[in-house]
């Protein structure tokens, strides 16, 4: 199937600075990127919609200035975390859509785990 | 409003036991479902999907899932489960006009036990 992979795998960051968080498919071109941020033992909440070319989507409650996301080609979404502080400390996960497949399916990377100190 | 429903937060079983992890869903327009599983500290794998045609779908190690348009259910079973599929299962729906969002249930939690 579908490989998606995340960079870096965990990260830990001082209160203030930013953190990147790049998401890329290795064996497809992917329009359309999703992130997700997973908080312990609860479901994932999507955070926003990741469209190449063109101003992320962002669900309600998201602050998009908080967190940024930029599209930039077919194969890698970033999400730039900035200004970090400790409640943003979380397990962030990045899905892609592989329009070579079957309607609407999502294959995930192995997520990324930020820690703000 | 849409929505889905994973009822069972925790489902324990011994091994080698059949099992079943309940999903419901409400929704007025179409519907794809998905199940996926998630190991500890790791991203999401596809166990299988509906999108059309027959309502019994077969997945990877050993999981199936059945489509019941009726009772809005797309439960997952397993006959004979082991140590390794000890993991978090998620259902997943995507609603026709919803942009190809996934909204997920809360998550079952499966422990095998010996």
């Known amino acids: 199937g579908a490989v998606v992979s995340q960079h870096p795998s965990r990260v830990i960051c001082k209160s203030g600075t930013s953190v990147k968080i790049e998401c890329r498919s290795l064996?497809?071109?992917?329009?359309?990127m999703f992130w997700y941020r997973q908080f312990p033992k609860q479901s994932l909440m999507l955070m926003a919609t990741?469209?190449?070319?063109?101003?992320?989507?962002?669900e309600q409650g998201v602050e998009k200035d908080k967190f940024l996301i930029n599209h930039a080609s077919l194969t890698l979404s970033t999400l730039t975390v900035t200004s970090a502080h400790p409640e943003d400390s979380s397990f962030y996960i990045c899905?892609?859509?592989?329009?070579?497949?079957?309607?609407?399916?999502?294959?995930f990377g192995p997520g990324t785990r930020l820690t703000v100190l | 409003a849409q929505s889905v429903t994973q009822l069972d937060s925790q489902v324990p079983v011994f091994e080698e036991a059949p099992v079943e992890l309940r999903c419901n869903y409400s929704?007025?327009?179409?519907?794809?479902l998905f199940w996926y599983v998630q190991y500890p500290n790791q991203g999401l794998q596809l166990l299988l999907k509906?999108?059309?045609?027959?309502?019994l779908v077969k997945g990877i190690n050993g999981f199936e899932a059945e489509f019941n348009k009726s009772q809005t259910s797309f439960h997952l079973r397993k006959p004979s489960v082991h140590i390794s599929d000890t993991a978090e299962y998620f259902c997943?729906?995507?609603?026709?006009?919803?942009?190809?969002?996934?909204?997920f249930g809360t998550g079952t939690q499966l422990k095998v036990e010996l």
């Open positions: 899905s892609a859509r592989d329009p070579g497949t079957s309607t609407d399916t999502q294959y």
């Open positions: 064996d497809f071109q992917a329009t359309t």
């Open positions: 990741s469209n190449e070319g063109s101003k992320a989507t962002y």
């Open positions: 929704s007025s327009v179409s519907v794809y």
């Open positions: 509906y999108l059309s045609g027959s309502t």
């Open positions: 997943a729906v995507t609603f026709t006009g919803g942009g190809n969002k996934l909204t």
